[in-house]
């Protein structure tokens, strides 16, 4: 009976050494796998920046799975007792392993996917859930925005006289002049155009033609366009800026970012349909109301338009303002996003409007990786009319890289590349700043991966 009990207690043992080492074993690995990607994802950017640099294509891979299988093995056994008055009883022997397989899918990004996920420009939705996590709106425009360009109120004659365009160099003022007297040429054709079809009796521009195409040719004259590039001078201090600007307004948490709405009218003759049908039809979807004098109804609907920054709140806006804001936008392009900074709230100092057009990931990276060269970034103050920025946080570079051929000894992550140590600078003052750079860079590489839909959710963005 003692044999049978101890070896009834072996198996009881062994099971619960078992069950004890299969969660040990899960989460490890779990927790292994998890930092074992990051890290190599992490190392696959620094060396594609790398690569950038030195005008090598990039090349990038993605793990699509990991499977591990876990074996468990245990055994138990019993010895007499060597010495003692227990010398003949059984002593037991417990022993137990644990083996782990395994297995990596890994898949270069190529053809379709390289496409859309490295070499397509970021849609404003994405910007937009960035802006969310409250991610400093400076930091994100310097790293995704192309372009900015502006909108001028005042005749194209008097624009060189606007302090927002002083920074223009000779060879925009040419460019933008010339361009100016393409569009006037341009209209005197149109017009001789519409004189020759009005003489054949031909087709003439419909009134909404003849509106979108004055509206066209106002935006050419009014608008302004600033690269952000280090290698254009004018337009690169311009940028900083205008996006530094904005990050002061973001600091008071006065900074807006929501789908501008837009109310859209259909007229219908009332002899067109039965306004039994009418109603039934589209009573959920629209504002219908009667003219009696035209003998007309009239549909309205209103609909998310594009995402608007802003330094007050948007709801405050009436009709004919959102219609001058709609001409800003028009056409609407997916990866531009519009602002509109006014007098009398915070920021107001400097009012100023226009559009950022956003960069692709491949754009990005060769941005960040020229900025350590050829196209180094430099120190911009911000505009004298700006605000106080929070801990005066104006970094000279977007994303802070050490490159040494030893690293210091704190330095977790690097990679190593033509003979060099490349890392997130962690250094310096703004060891803060590039760690959240390097945070953002790696969100937008997963972002690559999915689209963002508009949520339809107004946000204050604050830090």
């Not at 290698?231 to 929501?258: C, N, P, T, W």
């Not at 009696?292 to 405050?316: R, V």
């Not at 100023?352 to 990005?364: C, M, P, V, Y």
Request: charged share 20%; aromatic share 8%.
């Amino acid at each position: 009976m003692k044999i049978l009990a101890r070896a009834l207690l072996v198996f009881f043992v062994i099971s619960t050494l078992s069950g004890c080492l299969s969660p040990i074993v899960m989460n490890r690995a779990v927790e292994v796998y998890d930092n074992a990607a990051i890290r190599a994802e992490s190392k696959q950017l620094l060396t594609n920046i790398v690569r950038a640099r030195h005008h090598e294509p990039l090349h990038f891979t993605r793990v699509s799975s990991i499977a591990a299988t876990f074996n468990f093995s245990a055994n138990a056994g019993a010895t007499p007792a060597l010495t003692g008055e227990s010398g003949g009883l059984l002593a037991p022997i417990f022993g137990a392993g644990v083996s782990e397989n395994p297995t990596f899918s890994i898949e270069p990004i190529a053809s379709e996917e390289f496409t859309k996920r490295l070499l397509t420009p970021f849609s404003q939705h994405k910007l937009t859930l960035l802006l969310r996590q409250h991610f400093d709106v400076d930091l994100m425009l310097r790293m995704m925005a192309q372009e900015v360009r502006l909108q001028h109120a005042e005749p194209q004659n008097a624009v060189h006289n606007n302090p927002v365009s002083r920074g223009q160099s000779r060879h925009q003022r040419l460019h933008h002049d010339s361009r100016q007297q393409a569009i006037s040429t341009d209209a005197l054709d149109i017009k001789d155009q519409d004189d020759h079809h009005h003489f054949l009796s031909g087709p003439q521009l419909t009134e909404e033609q003849q509106r979108r195409q004055r509206n066209r040719q106002r935006t050419h004259l009014h608008q302004t366009t600033y690269q952000n590039s280090p290698s254009d001078q004018a337009g690169y201090e311009m940028f900083r800026r205008i996006v530094l600007h904005l990050s002061a307004i973001q600091d008071q948490k006065q900074l807006y970012a929501e789908p501008l709405t837009l109310e859209r009218n259909w007229t219908i003759p009332v002899g067109a349909i039965s306004a039994e049908g009418l109603f039934q039809a589209i009573e959920k979807d629209f504002i219908v109301s009667h003219d009696q004098k035209n003998g007309t109804y009239i549909l309205s609907k209103q609909l998310l338009g594009p995402i608007l920054i802003t330094n007050y709140d948007p709801d405050i806006l009436c009709c004919e303002e959102r219609a001058e804001l709609q001409e800003l936008i028009n056409p609407w392009i997916e990866n531009d996003v519009a602002f509109d900074i006014r007098p009398g709230y915070p920021g107001g100092e400097w009012p100023i409007r226009g559009a950022f057009r956003l960069r692709s990931f491949h754009t990005i990276l060769n941005f960040i990786a020229h900025s350590l060269s050829e196209e180094a970034e430099y120190y911009v103050e911000k505009d004298p009319r700006t605000p106080p920025i929070a801990r005066d946080e104006n970094p000279s570079h977007t994303l802070g890289l050490l490159i040494a051929d030893k690293l210091p000894s704190d330095i977790n992550l690097s990679a190593y590349s033509h003979g060099k140590y490349y890392a997130v600078d962690t250094t310096g003052l703004h060891s803060h700043w590039n760690l959240n750079a390097f945070q953002l860079l790696y969100i937008l590489f997963r972002l690559t991966v999915t689209d963002a839909k508009s949520l339809g959710l107004p946000i204050t963005i604050s830090k």
